[in-house]
């Protein structure tokens, strides 16, 4: 039992590096095109977007709340974006769109943390809502974007042949690192998410800064919709439909605790690659998409599951 | 109590009623249609399906908790319902469609217990990747397809009957929507159980501590909501006669709608099952309104989220 419980401890701070390295040698024994140079960074490429994404979920998360809008924000910008690149140059179209992002988690912050509403049922709602917008603009129909520069921002390689959007991502991750391990931002962060009274009574502005979680988690997802549109060169409605889902649970894979206060930008990073990289092998070994499905819920059912279980002992253990 | 405040409160309580009466109203001022037998008996019947999903999502609700899963029950037990005709007859497949949604919402109850998740937070998380995962199950179970009642070889007078059967002019949905409030109404507030189920609402911690098996409550009220999911799932394909594995999609959401429109407090533990009619009527007005009046449904779905944004904030300001 003593040795069961230890066995299950280290599991529990480590489960997606475990995880990572237990796909990995699995995939050995399987004839498949997974060691190649091309996969590996194809991979690589096709997770950037969601990554980032998670970087900005993950500040909120760390501060105590969770985001489920941004699927739609990040589908709905690329088509802001899109739709706007005919009217004005392209750097004011993406930026406009960020800007939209930027105002929807202000919009977020304000019910969710100004007002203390449940930030689940908000957010799902105000991800309806974005839905609806981006259905109305495009008819339900994708758009195909005209610009060729417009492509390029995701397509090309500018550095030593590395993918544009893997270069972007570690930058994000640099910086998101940095805010939130050396900034007085960043710290004040998990003091708020660890317990929340505490915080402000010990004169934090815990309002001001979880607000701005939100909001630079709406401008990310924003930024996100713009490099994924890029990507594809197509803006649509459909794209961000499970996406928030896989993020937000991707974030608690790695060790980034919906209790709040605990885990970082590493974790999730960590967290997001183990769930990509499941997708992958499962993709190479010729799964079907519904078992997959299945597969994923299932797996984000019992990391759910563990993380609630863990917040259960800790408080008990107190 | 001067009148000022007087009329403050009256709004206050009777908001629903209020938007209501205005809504028709207006709607009728601007397009005559929409008092005609023939689209009050349409609105009857457009209460259907979703009528049911909020009940048992307004007694998980009231229980504490909350069901975000009831998309995929409805999508899973509206293609295993279909698909079991043949097989059971269609008594049979309508209690083994009810027994599975009984079953997913022992499911739910059991995740959702076994690992200590009290609040109501941590419930939402779960039943979110539970319904994720009946989803998906849906879906592996049809290999995609679309499953057609005209398909079916036995006979299913039965599914028609509850569909779209009429009893004068009022829908058979109808009338067992209003006779399983009418249960509910007095199992919630003249059952000893009924009353425990609240009280773990309002306060498990404290409910657990006098004595009552709060688990035991919560897994009832998570088998009700499955079981009534499944009920209106039943409703929903024998009325189009189709079931897609994504027949469930954005329940949950329009449920909570209803309910959280309907004045049940989010905070657990108060509300009433005919409070959520009134919220039902609301969400179904609505959309009838906006229909006749020529509004794309993406607009409409718009309007649905900022309905929702405001009634859960007018909650969280009234319990504050």
New interface residues.
């Given amino acids: 039992m003593q040795v069961f419980k230890r066995i299950l401890k280290e599991i529990e701070k480590q489960k997606a590096l475990a995880a990572i390295l237990l796909m990995l040698f699995m995939m050995l024994f399987f004839d498949t095109r997974f060691y190649t140079a091309y996969n590996l960074l194809d991979m690589l490429n096709s997770a950037a977007i969601l990554e980032m994404l998670a970087f900005g979920v993950t500040l909120v998360i760390i501060c105590g709340g969770v985001d489920f809008s941004i699927g739609a924000m990040m589908s709905l910008s690329g088509i802001i974006t899109i739709k706007l690149m005919d009217y004005m140059p392209l750097w004011a179209a993406i930026l406009a769109a960020i800007a939209c992002g930027a105002l929807v988690g202000f919009v977020n912050g304000f019910?969710v943390v100004q007002?203390?509403?449940?930030p689940?049922?908000?957010t799902?709602?105000?991800?309806?809502?974005?839905?609806?917008?981006a259905?109305?603009i495009t008819d339900?129909h994708p758009v195909p974007a005209k610009n060729l520069a417009f492509m390029k921002i995701a397509n090309s390689r500018l550095i030593a042949g590395i993918p544009n959007l893997i270069v972007i991502m570690i930058v994000m991750l640099i910086i998101f690192y940095c805010i939130l391990r050396f900034t007085s931002f960043g710290r004040n962060c998990y003091a708020i998410g660890g317990d929340y009274n505490v915080a402000s009574q010990s004169g934090i502005k815990a309002v001001k800064i979880k607000w701005a979680t939100f909001v630079i988690c709406g401008a990310m997802a924003a930024f996100c919709g713009v490099l994924l549109s890029s990507k594809l060169n197509t803006g649509s409605s459909i794209y961000g439909d499970?996406t928030a889902?896989s993020v937000n649970?991707g974030c608690v894979v790695g060790g980034t605790s919906?209790a709040g206060g605990i885990g970082g930008i590493p974790q999730s990073f960590i967290g997001l690659l183990a769930i990509q990289l499941l997708e992958n092998c499962m993709n190479m070994l010729g799964i079907s998409a519904?078992?997959q499905?299945?597969c994923?819920?299932?797996i984000?059912?019992l990391i759910?599951?563990?993380d609630?279980?863990a917040?259960?002992r800790k408080s008990e253990a107190v | 109590m001067n009148t000022k405040e007087r009329v403050k409160t009256f709004l206050q309580e009777n908001l629903v009623l209020m938007t209501i009466v205005i809504l028709v109203v207006a709607t009728a001022l601007i397009e005559p249609k929409f008092l005609t037998v023939a689209n009050l008996g349409n609105l009857m019947n457009q209460f259907g399906p979703l009528s049911f999903v909020a009940l048992g999502m307004t007694i998980t609700i009231i229980g504490g908790y909350i069901d975000l899963s009831v998309a995929g029950i409805v999508s899973l037990s509206a293609v295993f319902t279909i698909s079991m005709v043949d097989v059971l007859g269609q008594t049979g497949a309508l209690l083994a469609g009810l027994a599975a949604g009984a079953l997913m919402g022992l499911l739910n109850a059991l995740?959702v217990v076994?690992?200590?998740?009290l609040t109501?937070?941590?419930a939402?998380?779960?039943t979110?990747?539970?319904s994720?995962?009946y989803?998906?199950?849906a879906?592996?179970y049809t290999?995609?397809a679309t499953q057609h009642m005209s398909h079916l070889t036995s006979p299913t007078t039965l599914f028609k009957g509850i569909g779209s059967g009429k009893a004068g002019f009022i829908p058979v949905s109808f009338l067992l929507f209003f006779v399983i409030m009418f249960v509910l109404h007095l199992f919630l507030t003249r059952t000893q159980t009924g009353r425990e189920v609240q009280l773990t609402g309002a306060n498990i911690t404290a409910t657990d501590m006098v004595g009552v098996p709060v688990k035991k409550r919560v897994a009832l009220v998570y088998v009700l909501s499955g079981v009534l999911s499944a009920f209106g799932a039943i409703v929903l394909f024998s009325r189009i006669t189709t079931a897609s594995p994504l027949l469930g999609a954005?329940y949950e959401?329009n449920a909570?709608?209803a309910v959280v429109v309907g004045g049940t407090s989010?905070a657990g533990g108060r509300g009433s099952v005919i409070r959520t009619m009134l919220g039902v009527m609301l969400v179904t007005l609505l959309s009838n309104c906006l229909n006749l009046l020529g509004i794309?449904t993406?607009?409409?779905?718009?309007?649905?989220?900022?309905i929702?944004?405001i009634a859960?904030?007018i909650d969280?300001?009234r319990t504050?």
């Fill in positions: 019910f007002q203390k509403t449940e689940f049922i908000i799902l709602g105000m991800g309806m809502l974005l839905k609806g917008i259905q109305q339900a499970a889902l649970c919906f519904y078992i499905q299945v994923e819920g299932i984000i059912l759910l599951w563990v609630n279980y917040q259960k | 995740v076994s690992c200590g998740a109501q937070a941590k939402l998380f779960m979110y990747a539970l994720a995962v989803s998906a199950a879906l592996l290999d995609g954005n959401t909570i709608l989010l794309s993406y607009i409409q779905s718009v309007c649905k989220g900022i929702l944004i859960i904030w969280r300001r504050k």
